[in-house]
């Protein structure tokens, strides 16, 4: 179960793997000219937010991202490991064509997390997120964001862009269903 606290979440800017649609995984990817500008057009966006923790995956392209939004936020800054992507294993470096919805829907892939274990594991490392003092922005990526869309019964087809912060409000008595919105203005 997702813990039900109001949280930011950054997917990472934009990679030279991104543009091609590679699967990165686990590879290490740094950003690229367009993911740096991409970051830096986020900053204003979460500017005001109150945001007082980042936990960023130890991957160049999240912590990257994230070291650039903090110049502006100055909140504290915590790597989390269990926020890395997915092991892709055989997968890591491909473009999917088709293994990856054989994958998703518990087929086997060579060397690769299952996805029973990837979700499970993404969603501890949210929740361990949570326990920081908030708000919370989680900078990590597109695969550790589907933990979020399944335990907050999100919209499965949503495909989070690059660089885009999205706000997520947690189940009320008056709402009971998780609420996610995309920060798109100042």
């Not at 990679?15 to 991409?38: F, K, M, S, V, Y």
């Not at 908030?134 to 495909?159: E, N, Q, S, T, W």
């Amino acid at each position: 179960m997702l813990t039900p606290r109001e949280f930011y979440y950054l997917r990472h800017g934009e990679t030279d793997w991104n543009r091609e649609r590679r699967q990165q995984g686990r590879t290490d990817i740094p950003l690229n000219e367009t993911g740096r500008t991409q970051a830096s057009a986020a900053k204003p966006l979460l500017a005001g937010l109150g945001i007082a923790t980042i936990c960023s995956s130890p991957l160049r392209r999240a912590r990257e991202t994230a070291e650039i939004v903090n110049r502006s936020l100055n909140a504290e800054l915590v790597i989390a490991d269990g926020l890395i992507e997915c092991n892709w294993g055989a997968g890591e470096g491909q473009v999917n064509d088709g293994w990856y919805e054989a994958w998703r829907n518990g087929g086997p892939l060579q060397g690769a997390e299952t996805h029973a274990d990837f979700v499970a594991r993404s969603l501890a490392a949210i929740n361990a997120a949570l326990t920081h003092p908030g708000p919370v922005l989680i900078v990590g990526h597109g695969g550790v964001y589907r933990a979020v869309k399944i335990h907050a019964r999100l919209d499965m087809d949503f495909h989070l862009p690059n660089a885009v912060p999205v706000r997520h409000t947690p189940p009320t008595d008056a709402y009971p269903w998780w609420t996610a919105q995309e920060i798109e203005s100042v």
